[in-house]
């Protein structure tokens, strides 16, 4: 049956993914494009191959996640830049987590960059970039009624737990996960992680040079996007198709 999951027309396209209808409707497939961006969208590349490689590392960390009971949207790749996910019903609200202080909380708070959190500290932010995604919380989320306590608490408690999964996978490779963003979705109720999980929504430091190996070397204009995605790909063992 999955073989005939062909992707139909175009529902939506994202900043470097593209979504399209398949035969059933509780399935989508997602094409990884190689655009890339940042500040909102106000800067757009492409980066050859960058949709392949996201891709792939996507798969590998969504079935990692899914083998230790954090419940994801992810079904099967089905070919270099497409996979095949459930179709969920996306709460409009990215959940980070901060192991480390970079990014938007340095500017905010004017804290060092590499400060620890211990335990590691929640954010939420309402997905929308003409706004550049402003900080909410939880009280904003139930008040305009994109999810309800119950679905937050639960999408707190899974971003945690993919916390501790998955930095202990990148520790192993020599990697700090400094931090990162989840979405999640209603899939017949139930609250499911979706969107993706690639260097494109983390950062991650070479745990001895401190070398950021994520789209900050895009955003800050360092060289060496992809080949940073590659090896990082290649410390977790996943073995890249081209």
Not at 117 to 142: G, R
Request: proline fraction near 2%; glycine fraction near 8%.
């Amino acid at each position: 049956r999955r073989e005939k999951m062909k992707a139909l027309e175009l529902l939506y396209q994202g900043k470097a993914k593209s979504a399209y209808l398949t035969e059933d409707q509780d399935l989508l497939v997602l094409k990884f494009r190689d655009d890339t961006s940042a500040f909102d969208g106000e800067i757009i590349e492409q980066l050859s191959e960058k949709g392949a490689v996201n891709n792939q590392f996507n798969a590998f960390i969504m079935s990692k996640l899914s083998e230790n009971g954090v419940p994801t949207h992810y079904v099967e790749r089905l070919s270099a830049t497409d996979v095949l996910v459930k179709r969920l019903d996306m709460i409009p609200v990215e959940c980070v987590v901060r192991n480390r202080a970079a990014g938007s909380i340095v500017r905010r708070l004017g804290v060092e960059e590499g400060m620890v959190f211990d335990p590691p500290l929640f954010e939420l932010f309402l997905k929308n970039d003409s706004l550049h995604d402003p900080m909410v919380t939880e009280h904003h989320v139930e008040a305009f009624g994109w999810a309800t306590r119950r679905e937050m608490s639960r999408m707190h408690e899974l971003t945690l737990e993919a916390n501790t999964i998955l930095k202990g996978m990148f520790d192993k490779a020599g990697l700090q996960l400094v931090d990162f963003k989840l979405e999640f979705g209603r899939f017949h109720g139930e609250i499911v992680l979706g969107d993706e999980f690639s260097p494109d929504g983390c950062r991650l430091w070479d745990k001895l040079t401190g070398e950021k190996k994520d789209k900050d070397r895009f955003r800050q204009n360092l060289g060496g996007v992809l080949e940073a995605y590659r090896e990082v790909a290649v410390r977790l063992g996943i073995v890249l198709d081209n």
